[in-house]
């Protein structure tokens, strides 16, 4: 982890296949471990170590996601590199609040913390290795959202709805979305294929919780079009 950050200490945006060559060449890599995969997939070993530092950091408030597949040093990440550390562990990590809420969370299937594994069974060992992927994942395309523009959002929304079994086609849907946006309103979609029910849509790129100001705005709207239905969505 302190090689990715010392990486990024330049200030400038950097993605994961820069950083795992520049790394591979620090480390004085070998075709051989570079090719070295996982037991349990394609991956290469060294490949995934990198990627779960990038997380592990991230988790931390040490690196951030500054577009698709980028990132870069905050300014907790730059104190750190000050420091001059020999070298940074998960537990030193865990003097970072985000870090040890991350790895101490409860999980959802067996209600206990990340690191109690001593007494579970290897699928469960799998499952919640796969519920870490699948977490840091969501966080990762959730921090790529919001830094795009409204538009994208929009169509995002889009692509979830029609992926959900709304609208009919992605042409259909896109084109009403993208044909409306007034009255507090920023998209129509079809309800079933045969259209003959619409559900009337905003979606908005939101930092904050959703309060009833901004419902009752959007039901406002939606008596204004004579609306029945309407799905409000966030990030």
């Excluded at 996982?38 to 991230?58: E, K």
């Excluded at 690196?63 to 750190?80: M, P, V």
């Excluded at 998960?90 to 959802?108: C, G, I, N, Q």
């Amino acid at each position: 982890m302190l090689p990715l950050l010392k990486l990024a200490a330049d200030g400038r945006d950097h993605t994961m296949p820069e950083a795992i060559e520049v790394l591979s060449e620090q480390f004085k890599l070998t075709d051989d471990d570079r090719k070295d995969p996982l037991p349990i997939s394609s991956q290469p070993r060294f490949d995934n170590r990198a990627g779960w530092a990038r997380t592990y950091l991230t988790k931390a408030g040490l690196l951030e996601t500054t577009g698709r597949g980028t990132f870069r040093l905050t300014g907790r990440g730059r104190d750190l590199v000050a420091a001059k550390p020999s070298m940074v562990s998960s537990e030193d990590l865990e003097r970072y609040p985000e870090f040890l809420a991350f790895k101490t969370r409860p999980r959802k299937d067996l209600q206990e913390p990340l690191e109690q594994t001593a007494t579970r069974t290897p699928e469960e060992v799998l499952q919640a290795g796969y519920d870490d992927m699948r977490s840091a994942l969501a966080q990762e395309v959730l921090d790529s959202v919001k830094k795009a523009t409204p538009r994208f959002f929009e169509a995002l929304v889009v692509e979830l709805l029609v992926a959900m079994g709304y609208g009919g086609s992605r042409v259909d849907a896109g084109q009403a979305v993208g044909q409306s946006g007034d009255g507090g309103i920023d998209g129509i979609i079809k309800e079933d294929r045969l259209g003959l029910d619409v559900i009337y849509i905003q979606a908005k790129r939101w930092d904050n919780p959703v309060g009833r100001p901004d419902l009752q705005g959007f039901v406002g709207s939606l008596e204004g079009h004579h609306a029945r239905k309407g799905v409000f969505i966030t990030t």
